[in-house]
Every structure is written in C-alpha cells, then in structure tokens.
C-alpha cells in the first residue's frame, strides 16, 4: 500500500479535501469517500456510463479515473441536478415524465450524459439523441421512453 | 367507485428518488465499522482441491478473516433445494445443489473456495492474492451432447452420468396422431447461452446488532422473505431476529432469486461471528461466473399435421443445460415443455427432456424462463411446414389458433406451479388480426417486399404467435393501513427490481380508498414491514401481490364506510368516499377526513368492541389456484445488408393480452425492455466458452448488450380478456415482451435473404453478423 497523497476536489460547488490512496478510483472516492452514491458502478471497466459524471463540464467515466486525477478539478453529480430539494430540474422531471427509468440504476449516469448533450445540442433529431445515448446501457427500458424524454426535455428547455 | 385509478397512465411515485439520486441500493449503505469481503474462485472449469494455503493472506495487514470450507464447521452444507421436482409420474431428479464453499473439488469457473474479509475492498482483493490453492485440473464437460456421450468425465463423481433430471409428459396419443398425418415436419433445434446482465450486480451487506440480538441482511435479492426465512434456519435464529431488507434493486429479471447463492450464506454468517458488519458488492467480471445464467437447449421436435395444415400432434425431446448444480429445479425446462403448446389447439403431444449437468455456471430462470425455447420449437416448426405444404405462414398459424369459446382450455400437463396447464382465457384470433393490419401485412408482400426485391434490397417480415404463463401462486399478503394524516400506507412481503410496484399497487390502493395516489406510500421487501410472501418471478408481482393489496384495501374501505355510518349516524350506503374523506351523497359538507376516522378508530379511552379491531388497518392474503395466461402476436420488418448480414428493423409491432392493465405507460415499459432483452438475446449475446470450460466474453466489452443504436422504436397495441382467477382481472406482463423474439428473429432473416429457396433455414439463436454469414454460407 503506497501513502496517501491530498486530493482538493470542487462536487456540485462545494470544496472537499481528502487523503487517499493513489489507486482509489474516482467513483469509490464519490460513492465511499464523500457519501455521494447517486453516482452508480455498474462494469468498472468503462462500458456501461453508469458512473458518467461531469468534470469541468465533460461528461465522463468516473470508474476510468483515480481519485489523485481529479486534484483541482470541478466535478458536477447528480445530486447537483436539481434546482432546490424536494424539485426536479426540466430534464429530471422529463425522465419522471415519459416513465425513462425501471430500476433507476442506469439513471444517474444517463442523466449526466444528456445533460451535456443538450447543451452543446439544444435541439437534436431522435437520430442525434440516440447516438448520444449510446455510450450508456440500460437494460431495463429498452430506450425507447429515455428518447422520448429526452426530446421532450429539449423541447421544454427550448420554450423555456 | 367514485374515482377511477386503475388503467390510468400515472407517472411513478419513486422517480423523484431515483432521479435525484437519493434512492438506497444496497452498495449505498455505510455502516460504522463495516469491513468488506472478497472471494477466491475458482479459474478451472473442472479440478481437484489438494490444498488450500491461506497464511499469507490471513498475515496481511488489514485483514480480519480468511475463510475455507473447512472454517465453517457445521455451517458447511449445500444449499437447499429452491423448487422441488413435480408430482410427474416417472419424473427422475438428482439433486446436487451448490456449497458456500468448495470443499475437494471446484465444478465451474468462478466457483467460490475462500472469503477474505478485511478493512477495504482493495485490502481484500489484495489478500486473495496471497492465497495459494494447488489445483489437479479433471476433464470437463461443456457441450450438452458430448456429456451424455459413454465415458463422459462426470461433474458429480458419485452420479452414474451426467443426467440431472429427466421428465416426460403426454397429452393425447400421439403416435395414433403420427399415424394418421398427411405431413411430417423433423427439425432439430439449438438455443445457446445468455446472461441477464442487470445494470446493478449482486450484492450484500449484514450487520449483527448484538445489543438488540438482531440481524439486518440487505441484500439484492427478488425474494427477501424467504432469504429472511432461510438465513434464520441456517444460523439457529428465530425469524423475528432477521430482518432482510431488498431495497431499490438495479433490475432483477430472475437470477436475482436463487436460494442460496454461497455469498449470501457466507456475508451474514461473517458478520456474526466478527461482530462487525460486512460488505461484499459483485464486480462484473464476477458476475459473469457466479450469478445464474439460462437458456442452453438442444430440442429434436416433429410435427404432424393432416393435408389442410391442422396439428394432429406433436413430439418433442430436449436436452437442458443445468450447470455444475440444480438446485432450482426444473422451472425453466417445464416452462420449455409446456410453452411449446403456445396459443394452438393440439391434440397429441409428447414430450421428452433430460436435464444435464456441465462445468458450467449453475442455470436458472431468466426472463422468459424457458418459455422462449419453446415457442422457437413450435413457430419454426409451422414456418417450415407452412412452406412445405404452400400454406401462408400466417394461415396455417389461424388455423390452428384455439377459439374463444374453448376457454378455459386443459392442456392436460403439468406446469411449473405444479398446477394442470390451463389456459384461462384468451382471443388469440384477435390478437393476430390487430398485427397483420398493424404491420400492414397484405401490402408488405404485394408491394413492399417485390418493390425492395426489384432493387437488389433485402426485406423480410416475421410475425409469431405466444403464450406466457403468468401470475403463478402459491400466494402473496398486502397490508393497508390508513393513518391519522390521512395517507395510506401498503406493505407487502414481494421485492421490487423496477416494474412500479409503489405506483401500480398504489394506484389500487387508490382505487378503493378514494385517495391521491400519491399519498399511498409503498413498501416491498422489508421483512419488519411485512413478512409472509415468496418473491418477484414470473411475472407475478403485480398479479398476485396486486390481488392481495385490492382485498386488503377492500377490506379497509369497508371499515372505513362502517365508521363512517356510525359517526354520521347515517347509512353506509348514503356515504361518498372520494378525495380523501368520507362525505353524504348530496351533502357534501358534512365529510369526514380518512386522517380523522383513523384517529376516532384508535381511541385513547373506551374499550375496542369484542368482535372489532383498533384502526383502519387490514391484511389479506391471496392465492391464484393457477396461473393466469397472457397472449400476444410479435411482428416486425426488417432489411439485412446482403454483405455484412447486418440486420436493421425498420417496424417492430407488438400487440399483446395481459387482461386488465392497471397502469399503460409502466406496461409500455415492461413490454419494451423485454423485447430489448429479446433482441439482446436473438442477435447480440451468446456466451462464448472455450473446450475446456473457460469463458471468454465476461465482459461488457465483449458481452453486447443491445444499445440505444439497436433497439428500434416499437408500437405497442393492446386487447383485453380479463383473467377469471383474480379480482382485478389482471395477467403478468413482466416477461412476455423477451419471449418471441427469437422465433421472430429467425422468421424475418430467413425471408430477408430469401434462404429456404436455397435450402437454408435458421434453427438457432442467438445469430449474429458472422454466424449468419457462416449459416448462409453453409458453414453448418
Ligand atoms: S461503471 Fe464506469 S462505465 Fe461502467
Ligand atoms: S432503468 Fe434499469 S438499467 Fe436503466
């Protein structure tokens, strides 16, 4: 076992600072570490997208990444989706909407995903949307209700 | 009924949690102190133990417990049997069932032979490092034949063979029925393996409370009370002192029931004897050794028809794969056998199976459980004796639909709940009409398909028939209670993996109580909640538990009607129960809140009434005395790039009889994972072993799942006959979606490529790019 070495991370706008052990993966370091487990584990090995998170604004995989890569960086979960406890954002409650979950598992790392999507792709096709989804399995819904929410999310975000 | 909430399109009262990422999944829960397990497996297929060294392991630091099979004392004993062989004459059942673990000898990969408990996950993993096992490796045996073959190495060395179970069953005579027929139709059939991959892998956290003498499991299983039941028996507690709670689950679709698997005998006992609580979560490489899997059969099957393309009878025989153990019994093959009947009136039937023990990872059901086999057997049989008779694929299926006024129908065998296989009701005619105007089947082949022919593309149609036996008992119990702010609470003893279970019981809650609901608040699975009921599988959830909540909540209204009449002074039948309180018809100011009868029902002083009982609470059980039977017809078109043999569906139409829908929009869900998982099955996931036992795909990277890419838009239409063998009229729907896609699947490519005029017919799933392109080719 090798020391410990600092970690300073910024999750959902608050700052953490922690000791870990260099080969701590981010998503231990979220779920265990900071008591965030909305983020879920479903592969570990960087196929399902359901530990996607957002850093600096990418979404990306946090089982791929050591807690020590995420040093300095801005880290967004999904508990940083909603607007205030107890509501939901305009994506959230278009998921709640078009029934896009069964489980729930796959959902926090879909959310992560299509939130970022739908800002650089504020008005996609069905096409674009499943392409995006792509990288995230669900073995529940079959997708089909999660495009649809998507889509109705856009379009609620579009008409403000 | 003042309100109506059933059949209603509510959106779900446990998204919130989960969109917010609030929800408890069990690796979600932290405890003080909480140590984490790790387990050694085995990495042969087939080996001899000779030893077992652990002193590394035990010596490094972090590291609490290192456990063999030998430091388990008497604890060490195969697991019981889930599902006990059927009252068949002749049935033969060899129970071998698995070990927490191995002692001697390992028969599959990734069987567990140690536990490492320590500080972390990371220390633990590091520990099974150090652990050093001296492996004889024995010849193994994968392929279902070869273990039946003279000489065979053996996975159960004190067995005669590898034969696991073997069970035939008759309805007619058939050879009478051979005799007569104008036709014959042979065919031989292969079905390979598959995984159910939910999204969440297994896992288990046990704590011992040693001031309370009590011990809380939570665990991912689909059936908590019988775990609690189980757990209790095995460690010498009274029930009363466990409490198994299966909190939200990341899908389930049936491996998540399977008493037991050896980490849920080994986590809890860890914590007792350690005193401190224990964590072990599966990772996915584990998961691909050590959760269940389904679906290897070989089926020898012929039909015999007379010259208009009637059934007269038909005989089938079929080899099962097992795995290493057996001890869920014979579920899944009773599913095959029985299924195979689908929707078609069939007078002879005679069927043979032999369940086979291989190295392999133990079986047991997966959605569809079986029943997918047999309805591949029966429709590729009619496609091929349709063509061979110049009979209309879709005709020749008319013809030998059972008519609506043969229900119920007997088909004379015997079921997986062990109850005669009666079809309740149904109007199969029906259902395959809504799909042929839904899939536009005159136009597809008189203008669709020759137009496309004409410019060199290739576009098929398929369209099956099938049945699924649902909602099976023994029984399940709800518990409604209606409490002093007004909402109603329901608890009842079944495990919820995703199917909407706090909306769709709640809704009949709703139903009767006259409330929003969304002030029913919903628990399944927590053993201190509730704790009499068997679990979430075959499609019974919202059947039978759903039958249980309407009495319980029946019984609540009738109550809540009684004590209303006394306080009103007033007849039961001037009441109104609507919004949340109790009012007289026409008066609508003299009301009463339920909120307040729930207080006046639990007085502070007085007596309760000989004969009454405090509050506005019931429970009620209820018990189907057979399954109910659900229909539907699948069809779809689809074009295969003649080069890559790559298939793109450009019309997926489901129309489907489940009886009574309690909520559209979550049955929509239902229907549509299940024809994902159906897809998944067909053309993307086989399980890939090598000769001597070791898998080679066990991972998301190599194991395709179907994505967002491959699952096509579908359109989903519904009849209803309600089922007459419960209350709300209601049939499973869990599980149907998965079932006919494979025999879908086959159909379409076939027409696709045009392949019978070649000679070419597909008798196999799963199918991919390539094996299509070795079948059309000819590579066998
Ligand atoms: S857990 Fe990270 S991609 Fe699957
Ligand atoms: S909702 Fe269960 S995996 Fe997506």
């Not at chain 2, 299924?339 to 069927?351: F, G, K, M, V």
């Not at chain 2, 053993?527 to 009495?551: L, P």
């Amino acid at each position: 076992m090798s020391a410990r070495v600092a970690v300073t991370v910024s999750v959902n706008g608050t700052t953490h600072r922690r000791e870990v052990e260099p080969r701590l993966l981010l998503s231990d370091f979220l779920r265990h570490e900071l008591g965030l487990t909305g983020t879920h584990v479903g592969c570990e090995h960087g196929v399902c997208g359901a530990c996607t998170i957002r850093l600096d604004g990418a979404p990306v995989r946090s089982c791929l990444m050591f807690a020590v890569q995420a040093d300095g960086h801005a880290i967004a979960t999904v508990e940083g989706l909603a607007p205030a406890p107890g509501r939901l954002s305009v994506l959230q409650e278009a998921f709640r909407d078009a029934h896009a979950l069964q489980c729930g598992y796959c959902t926090p790392g879909i959310l992560m995903t299509v939130s970022a999507f739908l800002e650089e792709t504020p008005d996609p096709t069905e096409e674009e949307v499943r392409h995006a989804l792509s990288g995230n399995l669900c073995r529940c819904t079959g997708y089909q209700h999660i495009v649809d929410a998507v889509l109705l999310a856009a379009r609620r975000l579009r008409e403000g | 009924m003042e309100t109506r909430h059933i059949g209603r399109a509510v959106t779900r009262n446990e998204d919130a949690r989960l969109l917010a990422g609030r929800a408890l999944f069990v690796d979600d829960v932290e405890l003080p102190g909480m140590l984490h397990a790790a387990f050694l497996r085995s990495p042969h297929a087939h080996a001899e133990i000779r030893s077992v060294d652990v002193a590394a392991a035990r010596a490094r630091p972090g590291v609490v417990a290192v456990v063999t099979a030998e430091d388990l004392g008497a604890y060490w004993k195969p697991g019981p049997l889930l599902v006990p062989p059927p009252p068949i004459p002749g049935v033969v059942f060899r129970q071998r069932c698995q070990v927490p673990l191995a002692r001697g000898v390992v028969r599959h990969v990734g069987e567990p032979v140690a536990m490492v408990v320590a500080e972390s996950r990371y220390i633990a993993e590091d520990a099974l490092a150090d652990i050093v096992v001296d492996y004889a490796p024995l010849p193994a045996v994968g392929d279902l034949e070869a273990a039946l073959a003279p000489g065979a190495p053996r996975v159960h060395a004190d067995l005669p063979d590898n034969i696991a179970a073997e069970v035939r069953q008759a309805k007619g005579d058939y050879a009478a029925a051979r005799a007569r027929a104008a036709h014959l139709v042979r065919r031989r059939f292969r079905y390979d393996r598959g995984a159910s991959i939910p999204m969440e892998t297994r896992g288990i956290v046990a704590a011992w409370d040693a001031k309370a003498d009590r011990l809380t499991v939570w665990d991912t299983t689909q059936a908590p009370v019988v775990i609690r039941n189980g757990l209790a028996a095995m460690l010498g507690l009274a029930e009363s002192q466990v409490r198994v709670v299966a909190p939200f689950i990341g899908g389930g679709f049936g491996p998540k029931i399977m008493m037991f698997y050896p980490e849920e005998m080994l986590v809890p006992w860890a914590a007792l004897r350690l005193g401190r609580p224990v964590k072990w979560i599966e990772d996915r490489l584990e998961h691909f050794f050590a959760t269940t899997h389904e679906r290897g059969q070989i089926h020898e099957a012929e039909l015999a028809l007379d010259a208009e393309g009637r059934i007269l009878g038909v005989r089938d025989e079929f080899l099962m794969d097992t795995g290493a153990y057996d001890p869920y019994g014979l579920t899944v093959p009773l599913n095959s056998q029985c299924t195979l009947l689908n929707c078609y009136d069939i007078p002879a039937y005679e069927s043979r199976f032999r369940a086979v023990f291989t190295n392999r990872t133990l079986v047991s059901p997966y959605r569809g459980a079986g029943r997918q086999h047999g309805i591949f057997v029966i429709e590729r049989l009619l496609d091929a004796a349709a063509r061979e008779l110049g009979l209309d694929r879709v005709e020749i299926r008319r013809r030998n639909l059972i008519p609506p006024d043969r229900f119920p129908y007997r088909n004379e065998i015997i079921y997986q709940d062990f109850a005669p296989l009666t079809y309740d009701s149904g109007d199969y005619a029906a259902l395959l009409d809504k799909a042929l105007a839904a899939i536009r089947y005159e136009r597809f082949l008189s203008e669709e398909q020759p137009r496309a022919r004409a410019e060199g593309r290739h576009l098929g149609l398929g369209i099956v028939c099938y049945v699924e036996g649902t909602g099976i008992g023994p029984y399940e119990g709800a518990k409604v209670r209606v409490q002093p702010s007004g909402k109603v609470t329901l608890a009842t003893g079944i495990g919820t993996q995703g199917q909407g279970h706090f909306t769709v019981l709640a809704q009949v809650v709703a139903e009767q109580l006259g409330v929003d609901v969304r002030d029913v608040e919903v628990t399944t699975g927590d053993t201190d909640q509730f704790d009499w009921g068997v679990g979430t599988f075959a499609s019974r959830g919202a059947v039978v538990a759903g039958a249980a909540t309407h009495e319980a909540a029946a019984a609540v209204r009738a109550k809540v009607l009684k004590a209303a009449a006394e306080h009103f002074e007033c007849a039961e039948a001037d009441l109104v129960l609507a919004d949340g309180k109790v009012s007289i018809a026409g008066v609508p100011e003299r009301a009463i809140t339920l909120g307040e009868l729930a207080r006046l029902a639990n007085p502070l002083r007085g007596a309760v009434k000989p004969g009454t009982e405090p509050g506005l609470e019931a429970t009620r059980y209820f018990g189907p005395e057979m399954g109910a039977t659900a229909a539907g017809v699948h069809a779809m078109v689809i074009e295969v790039d003649a080069e890559t043999l790559r298939p793109t569906i450009h019309r997926y139409v489901v129309v489907h009889d489940c009886g009574t829908v309690l909520n559209p929009l979550i049955l929509a869900g239902q229907i549509q994972g299940g024809v994902a998982q159906g897809i998944g099955n067909a053309f993307f996931e086989r399980l890939v072993w090598s000769e001597d036992g070791q898998l080679l795909n066990a991972s998301l990277a190599d194991y395709l799942l179907p994505t967002s890419l491959d699952v096509p838009r579908m359109e989903l239409h519904h009849t209803v006959t309600p089922s007459p063998l419960n209350p709300l009229g209601t049939k499973g729907a869990g599980e149907a979606g998965a079932i006919p896609v494979g025999a879908l699947f086959a159909q379409a490519i076939e027409d696709a490529l045009d392949l019978p005029s070649r000679g070419i017919e597909i008798a196999e799933i799963p199918l991919s790019p390539s094996r299509l392109w070795e079948i059309v080719h000819g590579g066998g």
